[in-house]
């Protein structure tokens, strides 16, 4: 039996967003823990704060405003997500992968997904970007589990091009181009709050993991189910436990992500314009 509370509260979103702005986004982004000012590269139609959409659920966390804005970047039309909620917040999958489902709902056809990540190769630095091939999804659960939403896609959706590829290569062709010091690889999604012993580090290195964060892998999942193409960038806050000598906070996350924050719109407003 379909969830008709979840299409019911979609359609609520949908409706809203609407009814503020005709605008159909070709391309939707997420912006994740301090990475936020990009909305500064856009010329806004339209901002309006998650606690006033139906459906949508405020962040608590700090680094995420809460805010959909609706625009264009260069001459490509789309929906920047100012934040996001996670799993960890106590909120059920269908609750962390609304807004994205919003925002294909509204027409988007492209995903990208940001996120601020902790770096599994010791040689990453602090404030490195990492474009994201794969992933691992540890979270011991799926946005997906359930009856399955017919109208949005398949009951098994495969997974095997979960980052298109085409996308992939060409956020490593602007990266390039800009001269931003980057890797590509594998993202370990993980449940959180907490961050990782030094032995699930080594643990999350020996499956093959080269990022780990607390985001995104619902969202691709939710995305590529309703068969958006999807890619996704890490920036690379802190290395992971073991890996440094310092011990790890958010606020060092949300600072490493502040300081990129130019080199980061700069690539995400050039990315989005060559779409």
Known sequence: MIDT??????????????????????????????????????KVEAALAYSDIPGFIPPTVEGHKGRLFLGHVGPTP???????????????MPSVVHPVRTAALLGAEILVLTNS???????????DFMVIEDHLNLMG?????????????????????????KLVALMLEVLNKLGVRHH????CGVAGPTYETPAEVR???????????MSTVPETIAAHHLGLRVCALSCITNLAAGLSQSKLSHD???????????QFGQFLAEFITRL
């Open 117 to 127: 990540a902790g770096g599994l190769d010791a040689g990453m630095k602090p404030g």
């Open 184 to 187: 590509r690889g594998v993202y």
């Open 78 to 92: 789309v929906a920047v997500l100012q934040g996001r909620v996670h799993f960890y917040e106590g909120h059920s």
């Open 5 to 42: 509370s979840i299409v019911q509260s979609l359609e609520d979103s949908v409706n809203y967003v609407r009814s503020i702005s005709k605008l159909r986004p070709k391309v939707a982004v997420v912006l994740g823990s301090g990475l936020g000012s990009f909305v500064n590269q856009m």
């Open 203 to 213: 643990y999350l290195q020996l499956i093959g993991g080269k990022a780990v964060g």
């Open 141 to 165: 659960d799926n946005p997906l589990r359930g009856p399955n939403l017919a109208q949005f896609g398949p009951r098994f959706p495969d997974m095997t091009e979960a980052y298109d590829r």
């Open 252 to 262: 060092e996350v949300t600072e490493t992500a502040k300081n990129v924050e130019h």
